[in-house]
T-cell receptor
Framework: EADIYQTPRYLVIGTGKKITLECSQT?????MYWYQQDPGMELHLIHY???????EKGDLSSESTVSRIRTEHFPLTLESARPSHTSQYLC??????????????FGAGSRLTVL | GEDVEQSLFLSVREGDSSVINCTYT??????LYWYKQEPGAGLQLLTY?????DMKQDQRLTVLLNKKDKHLSLRIADTQTGDSAIYFC???????????FGTGTRLTVIP
């Protein structure tokens, strides 16, 4: 059973607020990812991490930031939310090297609405 | 860059077979995947195929890979209303640590 958790599942906030989306996994995976999903379904990689103290920007530029202080935890922060940040944010993790297929396990997502 | 394309919508009647198609451009794909996303949920891995295989079958699911044409398909036999969801194909490339996703196909099953 995959154990990757995202909180909150739904968040509605006003413009200018700071928010943090939490993502935790109990599988001991080194690699973790954040994807942003458009209302029209397409997924875009915005951040990833290869392990503790490693963070990289993804293919889609994002004003959010991430941190990886512990293996199991990969939070995403928006310092000042805007309506353009309204989206679904999906966290994923991947089994460590040597496990064959590059299978990503996803959390249930955090749907953010900025008014 | 990597380009993975799918048709956006597919409707089928309950009990019929569904075929969801995907094309990709990068020939260095190592694995190709099918994920399912139900409303309000994350993505769930359905199946994957190694790039040197032509076909993989898993119960009602059949994956076909035509590497020459860079074409991947997912066939769902005896489609049920519970199969209504968005289906994403994805590829992983040699040396890459993330997956590249298609645009997703929204499958609607009509009772």
């Amino acid at each position: 059973e995959a154990d990757i958790y995202q909180t909150p599942r739904y968040l509605v906030i006003g413009t200018g607020k700071k928010i943090t989306l939490e993502c935790s996994q109990t599988m001991g995976h080194d690699k973790m990812y954040w994807y942003q999903q458009d209302p029209g379904m397409e997924l875009h990689l915005i951040h990833y991490s290869y392990g503790v103290n490693s963070t990289e920007k993804g293919d889609l530029s994002s004003e959010s930031t991430v941190s990886r202080i512990r293996t199991e935890h990969f939070p995403l922060t928006l310092e000042s939310a805007r309506p353009s940040h309204t989206s679904q944010y999906l966290c994923a993790s991947r089994a460590n090297r040597g496990s064959g297929a590059n299978v990503l396990t996803f959390g249930a997502g955090s749907r953010l609405t900025v008014l | 860059g990597e380009d993975v394309e799918q048709s956006l919508f597919l409707s089928v009647r309950e009990g019929d077979s569904s075929v969801i198609n995907c094309t990709y451009t990068d020939s260095s794909s190592t694995y190709l995947y099918w994920y399912k996303q139900e409303p309000g949920a994350g993505l769930q891995l359905l199946t994957y195929i190694f790039s040197n295989m032509d076909m993989k079958q898993d119960q009602r699911l059949t994956v076909l890979l035509n590497k020459k044409d860079k074409h991947l398909s997912l066939r769902i036999a005896d489609t049920q209303t519970g199969d209504s969801a968005i289906y994403f194909c994805a590829e992983s490339l040699t040396g890459a640590n993330n997956l590249f996703f298609g645009t997703g196909t929204r499958l609607t099953v009509i009772p």
